[in-house]
């Protein structure tokens, strides 16, 4: 490169012809000095002498920007290094740059980031190394700060008509809760969580983090449950701007009745073995297995009593097939031939049937296999 007419303003020594910058780039101040003038000064990377990391020592989430984050980490390594490489920044006028960096975790809470850079600077090969401290600061996030303060929006209270929910139910309207809340967490709502699941003597209650979270739970529960629900305000507080707080509870009633239990309506058709509570109760009759449905009229409930479950049937021998109406079977206290209605389901091959005994008489079921059959078209 040829010699120009301009001279380094620092030692003298004449310059080399450069390139005039293309219009409208901003002039380098350093363009004027010579390489050695020029380096002798040049720094390839700023970096910070010290860096912090926020980690919520309940959850791990990292502090990044103004939010929290979760990050799934087992260590913060990786974590440091992502937040290095954002802190560190090259020198403008450095070509080909390559970086590498060495983690040395030295205890629990600092980690020292050993870095490398090298680059092209006015054709020259540049090799700078960096150490930089990063330092793990545990506190605790918005998020668990409200969990353990025992925040909540809404709160779910699972009860059942004119009856208690059973064990069964309660476990799955906590098991539906649970798994959308924790769905909501996996796809990074962080404002997505459960207070509490508190079983009372009448049902269950959920509290949840906020108002979304209570209705869509409410939702979930009563289509795979069958029943409804309402949803009151309560006026709790008022925030710092004024403005009125209000929580909402999410009554959910369950149906009258469950799957699997024997009911006698009152229309005079005989006993009915309910299948399906979603949506009209959905049942077979006994007498003779056709399939039943409460009408709109019954509001899906329609009043009946209850006779038993499927869990209270025995089995029992039968003894004959009297016809394509009756068969007979022992009774299975007494163990007296009783002639009892024959239902369509009945296999007239079998030796032995499940049969229910109750103030409306003697029944057969739907074995096993029928009652499979029963769930999945429930």
Known sequence: ????????????????????????????????????CYFEEFDLVDAPDRIEI?????????????????????????????VVSEALSVHVDADAVDWEVAPEQVDATTIKMH?????????????????????????????????AGGSYAAIVQIRADERDPSDDELAEAERIAREYVDAREADGDREAFITEAKETEDGLNVRLSTTKLGKAVSD???????????SYETLVTEDSDGNEVYRVTYAVRLPRYRPGEVIDPEDDDGPVLVRSVRGNLKGTRLATGEPYEASFEDEN????????????????????VEDENAVQVLDPETYESKTIARPDYLDPDADAVPVLKSRAGLHVLPDEAGRKREDDDA
């Not at 309940?58 to 913060?76: K, L, M, T």
């Not at 850079?117 to 996030?141: A, H």
């Open 220 to 230: 979930r529960i009563v289509r795979q449950l069958g029943g409804s629900y309402e």
């Open 54 to 82: 926020r980690v919520c020592a309940q959850c791990g989430a990292v502090h990044r920007g103004n939010r929290w984050v979760d990050v799934g980490a087992d260590d913060y390594v990786d974590v440091a290094v992502d």
């Open 1 to 36: 490169m040829s010699e120009s007419r301009e001279f380094c303003p620092r030692c003298g020594a004449g310059l080399s012809e450069r390139p005039e910058p293309r219009p409208g780039e901003p002039r380098d101040p350093d363009r004027v000095l010579c390489d050695d």
């Open 115 to 147: 870095c490398r850079f090298s680059g092209l600077v006015r054709g020259t090969s540049v090799v700078e190394d960096v150490l930089v401290p990063v330092k793990i600061s545990r506190e605790t996030c918005q998020r668990c700060g409200r969990i």
């Open 301 to 320: 409930a329609p009043e009946a009593r209850r006779l038993g479950t499927r869990e209270d049937a025995d089995e029992t021998t039968l003894v004959t």
